[in-house]
Structure formats: structure tokens, C-alpha cells
């Protein structure tokens, strides 16, 4: 008897640990609803929805195939011991997990129980990331070689097994309220396919220049992020499906293929990019946690200001894109990057807030929640990782460049609904007209200065330097020799390749 672990991995197809262990005998396809991660400060009710309608699609799938989905609640480790003892399991299955700090120290768990039960268990890669990575040499490489490999049809039968499963707790139960979010994305594999078709033949064919614009980018990007992040589809299969599209496009006339060509290119090399940071997690679980670089050890968080945090969570800062976002996000569960970029680096440098906070706040607004990406986004935005650039995000001038008429900020923040063009990003010349909107909590320019200079001061110490070359060498990004461009073009690639799908 073997377990197939269900973890962030909900579907059938190219599915290697499935297929690795329905190979082996008879397999106990196991999800394990564990109340304790759901009381984590980065879990919220509308992932746990997202979750119930994949776990929902995923027991039809497998009762097709004759086996229905072993839903167990508890501790993993109670639960595993339960079934080892009952089915004289031989063996666990389950792909390689890189998560958020509580699920490494459960795996750690997992592990111990493993070997002292003399059980082996096999952790095949979903998704290129590699465990144990010494430094970044020859990375992408490797993750093209994974891609590049056919997707893993599903087994064609499971033998059936009698085996109890429990209750899916509601979301009440847990802890986590009523639902917060009305405008949420539905879960499940028939959705995210749904998506990667419209995408890849409708709606992506102005990705590249639409998706830094909330305007265009709720319907112009892939919106597959949080299918990635619960693994309802594989990224090879993404990727397949992306130059299976590029490879049609090649057969048709040149004026035939639009803007097509540029916007495949883009998402393909953003698959690239999603894998690239949650590697990072993986070398370095303390992220979550800890500045990559330990010379901003200190820095912000003497002088956290709860008040500027509840203005800026509410959407209240004064500041019409910042709010717009905020108010979107809440509502939606989701935001294109130069966004989400833009309000970490307003909470980050703007509000001086040490960059936990507020990026444990976001985490429990995104659906599409990933936490390798996203605390290494969260220390980027906030100038903490040593080895990036320091990009401090005027929301002034974000909102004249990508909500030029002020339609979604009119859209998301109805006191401005009145508010004259000419004054949408900048209301405060308008006292008038505000309607209870908020001034300003920080004057832009003065805050923004006031941040660089204590950071770019930091920056110029030798020992900042010595420590930021031993974290390139762990954590900075290699191309592979034949995807090698100009230098100009890699650090286009570099300063625009940090977006969400």
C-alpha cells in the first residue's frame, strides 16, 4: 500500500508522484485538512474556499478513476501513523513542498516519523525547483529540461479501497469568518483550464503592454496564478500549452500573428520567473521571516506607526492609486504586479513600515498567495534583499502612467466618483470636492527621500557589499548561455520579470 500526500499539487494530470506510486501497488489518494495551518497569520478565508472547490473537483476526478479522495482532519503525522498502522503502508508519495514556515517545520515532522517507521518517502520536484541548490549555476537550464519533458497522463483505474473520510470543517469553524471576498476567483482544474484557453487564445494578445495597467490587466493577464499556487495545473503544463500556441502561431502569415509573438514571450519567460523566486524560499526558508541581507536588521522596526498600517489596509491614505488597489485587492483577491509592487513599496518606504506587517496582511488578500514569491517580492519592494535595485513606486505618477482617466481608481473609490480629471491622482487640490476622502497621511516627496537616504547610507558600507556578492552567488538569476541577450535587455528582463501571471 502506498499514500499519494495531496499538499499544493490538486489534480491528476502530470502528476508524478501519483503516477510513481500507482507503479508500486495500490495507492490511498490522502488530503490532510489541518486545522493549525489554517490558524497561521497568512491563511484566510477565501484561499480556504478556493481550496474547497479544488478538493471538490478533485474527488469527482478520482472517483472516475474508482478510488474517491481520503479526506482526513487533524495533525499529519497522527493522521499518516493512523493509516501506516491500519494498511501496512510501505511507502509515502507526495511532490516536494516549498511553503510557508509552518508546513517546512510539519515536513520536518513528517520526515522524523518516516525514517523512525522505517518508511520510505519519495518527494518527486512539480515544478523545477531544486532542494539542496548550492548556488543558481546552471539553474535555468535545469528548469528548461524539466519543462521541456511530456506531461504525465493520469492512471487510467485506481483499485478501490474502503477507507472513512471526514467532514471538510466550514471556514466558520476554523476561525476564519464569513466570506471577505465577493469578487473571488472560483477554484478547480475546470476553471483554470478555462483560463489558460481564453488566455492563450483571446485574451493575452496585448499581455505585454497591458499588464501593468489595473485598467487592462484583470482581463489581459493569464489570471492562472492561483491555480499554480493550489497546483489545479502543472507549470509544465502551462508551459506546453504556451509553445504549443507559439509553435501555431509560426504557420500563419506574419501580419496574421498580431501582437501574439511578443505577448507568448513575455508569459513564458514569467513561468521562468515564478519558479526562479520560490526557489529562493527554498534555499533560505528564514525569508519569511528575516531580511535576506542583515544590515537592515533594525531598521524599520523601532518605528512602526499603527495608524499609517489601519490607513493604509483600509485604502485610506490619500493616496487615490495606493487606496484603489488596496480597496480592488480586498474585494477581488487579486492584483497585476506593478501594483502589488506599488503598494508594498508605499507601505515599505512611503509609511516606513518594517515590511512583515503589511506583507502578512497581503498574503491573506491574495488568493493566489505563494510564499516564496511573495516574500521575496515583499523584501524587494522593500529594499531589504542587499543584491536588487532600490525602486521606491511615486503612486502619482503610477497613476497618471496606468490610470490616466482615473476609471479605476472612480471605480474602486466611489467618494472621487465627481473628482475633475485633471485632479483624480492628486485630490487634495480639490479640498472641495473630497467627500470625505482623506488627505495625504505623508507628504510623497519628503517621505521618499527621507527612506532612500537611510537606505542608500546603508549601502555603502563595504561590509553591505562582501555579504550582498555571497547572495547573488546563492540567490541571483543565470540565464542559460543560448537565452543570453544584451546587457540592456537582461536588465529590462530582470526589472519587468518579477509579475505575477
Known amino acids: 500500500m502506498n499514500i499519494v500526500w495531496f499538499k499544493r499539487d490538486l489534480r491528476l494530470e502530470d502528476h508524478t508522484a501519483l503516477i510513481e506510486a500507482t507503479r508500486h501497488g495500490p495507492v490511498i489518494p490522502l488530503y490532510i485538512l489541518e486545522p493549525d495551518l489554517w490558524q497561521q497569520p497568512d491563511l484566510s478565508h477565501r484561499q480556504y474556499q478556493f481550496l474547497t472547490d479544488c478538493l471538490k473537483e478533485l474527488d469527482t476526478s478520482l472517483q472516475a478513476l474508482g478510488q474517491k479522495l481520503i479526506l482526513k482532519v487533524g495533525d499529519a503525522v497522527t493522521v499518516l501513523q493512523d493509516l501506516h498502522h491500519r494498511h501496512k503502508v510501505q511507502a509515502l508519495w507526495s511532490h516536494q513542498e516549498t511553503w510557508n514556515g509552518w508546513t517546512y517545520a510539519r515536513d520536518q515532522r513528517v520526515k522524523r516519523w ?103 490587466a484583470f482581463d489581459s493577464c493569464s489570471r ?46 514569467r513561468l521562468r520567473w515564478h519558479c526562479h523566486f520560490i526557489q529562493k524560499l ?81 498574503a491573506r488578500l491574495f488568493t493566489d498567495y505563494e510564499p516564496g514569491i511573495h516574500y521575496s517580492q515583499a523584501q524587494m519592494q522593500s529594499g531589504t534583499t542587499g543584491m536588487n535595485s532600490l525602486r521606491v513606486y511615486n503612486p502619482i505618477k503610477q497613476g497618471l502612467d496606468h490610470d490616466p482617466k482615473g476609471d479605476f481608481i472612480r471605480n474602486w473609490i466611489p467618494e472621487l466618483a465627481t473628482m475633475p480629471q ?6 487634495w487640490q480639490a479640498p ?8 495625504p497621511i505623508v507628504d510623497e516627496k519628503t517621505a ?45 528582463d530582470k526589472a519587468q520579470g518579477e509579475l505575477p501571471l
Not at 300 to 319: L, S
Request: hydrophobic share 35%; glycine share 6%; net charge positive.
Open 282 to 362: 527554498e534555499d533560505a526558508p528564514s525569508l519569511e521571516f528575516d531580511n535576506m541581507h542583515p544590515a537592515y536588521n533594525g531598521l524599520r522596526e523601532q518605528d512602526f506607526n499603527e495608524a499609517f498600517f489601519e490607513a493604509w489596509k483600509a485604502g485610506q491614505t490619500g493616496y487615490p492609486m495606493v487606496d484603489a488597489c488596496m480597496r480592488a485587492l480586498t474585494a477581488t483577491g487579486w492584483l497585476n504586479f506593478r501594483m502589488r509592487a506599488m503598494v508594498m513599496s508605499f507601505a515599505s518606504y512611503h509609511l516606513w513600515l518594517h515590511w512583515r506587517a503589511p506583507a502578512l496582511h497581503l
Open 432 to 439: 472641495t470636492q473630497l467627500n470625505g476622502y482623506p488627505l
Open 422 to 427: 485633471e485632479k483624480i491622482h492628486t485630490p
Open 114 to 216: 518516516a525514517k523512525a517507521n522505517a518508511l520510505l518517502w519519495h518527494e518527486p520536484s512539480q515544478n523545477g525547483v531544486i532542494r539542496c541548490l548550492k548556488d543558481r549555476d546552471g539553474w535555468a537550464a535545469q528548469w528548461y529540461r524539466m519543462m521541456q519533458q511530456p506531461c504525465l497522463a493520469p492512471p487510467q483505474a485506481l483499485q478501490t479501497l474502503e477507507e472513512a473520510s471526514d467532514l471538510l470543517p466550514s471556514a466558520q469553524n476554523l476561525g476564519l469568518g464569513e466570506t471577505d471576498c465577493p469578487l473571488g476567483q472560483r477554484g478547480g482544474r475546470s476553471e483554470g483550464l478555462k483560463l489558460l484557453q481564453s488566455f492563450l487564445s483571446e485574451r493575452g494578445e496585448g499581455y505585454t503592454k497591458e499588464m501593468s495597467s489595473p485598467v487592462t
Open 224 to 269: 492562472l496564478s492561483a491555480h499554480l499556487a493550489f497546483g489545479t495545473l502543472s507549470i509544465r503544463e502551462v508551459f506546453h500549452a504556451t509553445e504549443k500556441r507559439s509553435q501555431a502561431l509560426k504557420a500563419k502569415p506574419f501580419a496574421a500573428r498580431g501582437r501574439w509573438p511578443s505577448a507568448l514571450r513575455s508569459f513564458s519567460g
Open 448 to 492: 521618499r527621500k527621507a527612506a532612500m537616504d537611510k537606505l542608500y547610507g546603508l549601502r555603502k558600507n563595504n561590509s553591505h557589499k562582501e555579504v550582498t556578492r555571497d547572495l547573488v552567488k546563492k540567490h541571483g538569476s543565470r540565464k542559460p548561455r543560448s537565452q543570453r541577450t544584451s546587457r540592456a535587455k537582461t536588465i529590462k
